[in-house]
C-alpha cells in the first residue's frame, strides 16, 4: 500500500510540474469587438488606431491596425525600422518619393502584403474605407518629409 502510495503521489507531483512548465505566457487573443480604437493625432490626425500587441512607443515588437477613411492621404514620410503592412480591408495606393502621385502608385487591394525597407521615401492614398494592420520592431516611427 505504502508503494503504491508513493508511486501514485509522485506520478501526481510529476504531472503537477509538466503542466506547470508547459503552461507559460498566455496567449494575446482579441476580437474584433475588443480592439479599442483611439483617434490618430499628428501626422495621423483623421484616422483611428488600435494596438494589438507591444507598445509602438517602446522597444520591442508592436502591431497595430490603423483605420483610414475613404481618399486618406498618408503623406510622404519614411521609418528608421522595417515597416511590414497587410491591407485587411479596402484598398491601398501605394508609391515611392518625396512627393503624392497617384498615377506612379500600385494598388493594393484586401489581403495584400508591403514591406518597406527602412528609410524609404513612400506615401499612400485609400480607397474605400481601409484598414492596414502594420508591424515591426518599435519604437515605431512615422517622419515627414519636409
Known amino acids: 500500500m505504502k508503494l503504491s ?9 510529476s504531472a503537477g510540474l509538466v503542466a506547470a512548465a508547459s503552461a507559460g505566457p ?8 475588443a480592439m479599442h480604437w483611439v ?17 509602438p512607443t517602446k ?27 497587410t491591407v485587411i480591408q479596402g484598398t491601398v495606393l501605394f508609391g515611392t518619393g518625396d512627393t503624392v502621385d497617384k498615377s506612379k502608385a500600385k494598388a493594393y487591394p484586401t489581403g495584400s502584403f ?3 525597407p527602412t528609410g524609404l521615401h513612400h506615401w499612400s492614398v485609400t480607397q474605400g474605407e481601409t484598414i492596414e494592420q502594420i508591424g515591426g520592431l518599435g ?3 512615422n517622419i515627414p518629409i519636409k
Do not use: F, Q
Open 5 to 13: 502510495s508513493g508511486v501514485l503521489l509522485g506520478a501526481i507531483l
Open 26 to 33: 498566455a496567449a494575446v487573443t482579441l476580437s474584433p469587438s
Open 59 to 85: 522597444t520591442g515588437t508592436s502591431v497595430i491596425r490603423v483605420k483610414m477613411p475613404d481618399g486618406y492621404v498618408n503623406k510622404p514620410h519614411y521609418h528608421s525600422h522595417p515597416e511590414y503592412i
Open 139 to 141: 519604437p515605431l516611427t
Open 114 to 116: 508591403i514591406a518597406v
Open 39 to 55: 483617434a490618430g493625432t499628428g501626422v495621423n490626425k483623421g484616422t483611428s488606431l488600435a494596438i494589438l500587441t507591444g507598445n
